[in-house]
């Protein structure tokens, strides 16, 4: 048999698989990627919030013009560095901020970091009640909206969700105190506790702030009640606004996911539409909600301002509008900064457990 002439460098050879990336590499550069664009976010905000203070002024002009001869205003502008070159003050502000050094108010010379423990806890409360109320209310019915797509209730329930929507949060709550407070008489009308509530929890030792968790530790059935009665109108008023969004995005995701391969399977099978709607196409329709939740967040802190002024709830919302009145441009300053960061941190554990649910995300 003669020999082969082929030469065997010519011989195909098999290609070298590539490298493929593993789900766990990736998610892990998803979220570092995300965790650092944490700090351009805020430092972008930070410093638009320093240059926009700084267009009307220095802040001991803005806060004590009128109360101070020249001689002393001069003085204190002096002892307080806002002679100096803008780029100087910016510098040297950032650096403080980013050793969680936000200066002292002006207007009752307090450290700014006191002023955000002590209201930042109410205000991430009312924010937990109304993203509460948003989910108890949007989700359902959204749901019920998708169950009867193009329907009397459908067609009700979205004119429903523009008016939650599009209302003005401060008139939205100044008409439920009309109707349950004024009215009916079964609700307060504003704070977030009478005053035995208040004592209580400022004699509690190692207070949170956040009344409801301090009520379960004290323990009193009566003091729990109250601070939940103080607190369903102000989270009702800003978790309608939510709930509007929510109840719009569940049903077009639900009426989406009922269109389906497998929602199609199932249904040749037999399985009934309410099933269908509660069981398989609802959780993939969550997944939307989730992603939306840290634009949210944003939402509701903005409308958290207009809410506690409403209710008089003393959050950052509530003192905030007071350091504005009062041109306390140094308070507003680090309470802005602060409300940048929760903003950007939530947006951030929002995107981890999207990632988390959907693998899509992450590439």
């Given amino acids: 048999m003669p020999a082969s002439?082929?030469?065997?460098?010519?011989?195909?050879?098999?290609?070298?698989?590539?490298?493929?990336?593993?789900?766990?590499?990736?998610?892990?550069r998803y979220l570092v990627i995300r965790f650092l664009l944490i700090?351009?976010?805020?430092?972008?905000?930070?410093?638009?919030?320093?240059?926009?203070?700084?267009?009307?002024?220095?802040?001991?002009?803005?806060?004590?013009?009128?109360r101070l001869t020249a001689d002393q205003l001069a003085e204190r502008i002096a002892a307080a560095g806002y002679d100096r070159p803008i780029l100087v003050q910016?510098?040297?502000?950032?650096?403080?901020?980013?050793?969680?050094?936000?200066?002292?108010?002006?207007?009752?010379n307090r450290p700014v970091v006191e002023v955000l423990f002590t209201y930042g806890a109410a205000t991430l409360e009312l924010v937990f009640y109304a993203l509460i109320i948003a989910f108890l209310v949007g989700i359902p019915l959204g749901m019920v909206a998708a169950y009867y797509r193009d329907k009397t209730p459908d067609a009700v329930l979205r004119i429903l969700a523009i008016l939650f929507y599009a209302t003005p949060v401060f008139?939205?709550?100044?008409?439920?105190?009309?109707?349950?407070?004024?009215w009916l008489k079964v609700l307060p009308v504003s704070g977030r506790g009478t005053t035995n509530t208040e004592l209580e929890m400022q004699l509690l030792e190692g207070k949170t702030g956040i009344y409801l968790w301090d009520?379960?530790?004290?323990?009193?059935g009566e003091i729990l009640g109250d601070v939940l009665s103080h607190a369903v109108l102000p989270g009702l008023t800003l978790g309608l606004l939510t709930a509007g969004i929510f109840l719009r995005l569940v049903r077009t995701n639900?009426?989406?996911?009922?269109?389906?391969?497998?929602?199609d399977a199932a249904r040749s099978r037999g399985v009934s539409e309410y099933r269908l709607v509660t069981k398989h196409a609802y959780r993939p329709a969550l997944i939307p909600i989730i992603t939306v939740?840290?634009?949210?967040?944003?939402?509701?802190?903005?409308?958290?301002?207009?809410?506690?002024?409403?209710?008089?709830?003393?959050?950052?919302?509530?003192?905030?509008?007071?350091?504005?009145?009062?041109?306390?441009?140094?308070?507003?300053?680090?309470?802005?900064?602060?409300?940048?960061?929760?903003?950007?941190l939530t947006n951030f554990i929002v995107d981890v457990i999207a990632a988390l649910i959907d693998p899509r995300v992450r590439y």
């Fill in 254 to 263: 639900v009426i989406g996911t009922l269109a389906t391969d497998y929602v």
């Fill in 5 to 28: 002439n082929e030469n065997p460098t010519l011989a195909p050879q098999p290609t070298p698989a590539r490298p493929r990336k593993t789900s766990g590499s990736s998610l892990w």
């Fill in 293 to 344: 939740i840290g634009l949210q967040i944003a939402l509701l802190l903005g409308g958290a301002v207009l809410t506690e002024t409403t209710f008089e709830w003393k959050g950052l919302g509530f003192q905030l509008t007071e350091y504005l009145q009062a041109r306390d441009f140094v308070a507003v300053q680090g309470i802005v900064a602060l409300l940048a960061v929760i903003v950007a």
């Fill in 39 to 66: 700090i351009p976010t805020v430092f972008i905000l930070v410093t638009l919030v320093f240059v926009l203070m700084r267009t009307t002024g220095d802040p001991i002009t803005a806060a004590l013009g009128d």
């Fill in 215 to 220: 009520a379960l530790r004290i323990g009193d």
């Fill in 90 to 108: 910016y510098f040297e502000y950032i650096a403080q901020a980013f050793r969680g050094d936000f200066g002292m108010t002006l207007s009752d």
């Fill in 171 to 182: 008139f939205a709550g100044m008409l439920l105190k009309l109707v349950f407070s004024v």
